[in-house]
């Protein structure tokens, strides 16, 4: 399929382009079948300068106009509008929790201190039970002391 669209020709921060028609599934800065204006969009006001003819021609023998064609003609359709943005909370809010955060670390040394107080182990956690299913590295028969 044939399509009448824009060819980015210009260097790092300055575009500049040429219209062209060319076959959609050609690369963007590939081969075209012919060069019908250029575009710039750096000068005030625009530099657009199009083969009108050649355009017409290429149109009757089936070739689409891009999107960015439309746009830079000025035909293109109406976008659909964005989505607002997601408002941000308010700031009264954010330092409160920056204050809640400080007590919170202030208790936790408290906890800390509490800790210790309890030097006594318990039993469960130190020793295992006979309950308790041997492990993989464990074997069944008792293990003999030399």
């Known amino acids: 399929m044939l399509k009448i669209r824009l060819m980015r020709i210009g260097t790092k921060k300055r575009p500049f382009y040429r219209v062209v028609a060319v076959d959609e599934r050609a690369k963007r800065t590939g081969g075209y079948l012919e060069l019908l204006g250029t575009y710039n969009p750096l000068t005030e006001p625009k530099d657009v300068r199009l083969k009108q003819d050649r355009i017409d021609y290429w149109t009757a023998q089936g070739a689409q106009p891009s999107e960015g064609y439309l746009r830079m003609i000025g035909k293109a359709p109406q976008r659909p509008p964005r989505k607002p943005k997601k408002e941000k909370k308010e700031e009264s809010k954010v330092p409160e929790k920056s204050e809640n955060s400080e007590n919170q670390q202030v208790s936790k040394p408290e906890k800390e201190i509490a800790q210790p107080e ?20 464990e074997s069944s028969e008792p293990k003999k002391e030399k």
């Open 118 to 137: 309890n030097s006594e182990p318990s039993e469960s956690t130190e020793t295992p039970t006979s309950s308790d299913k041997p492990s993989h590295s």
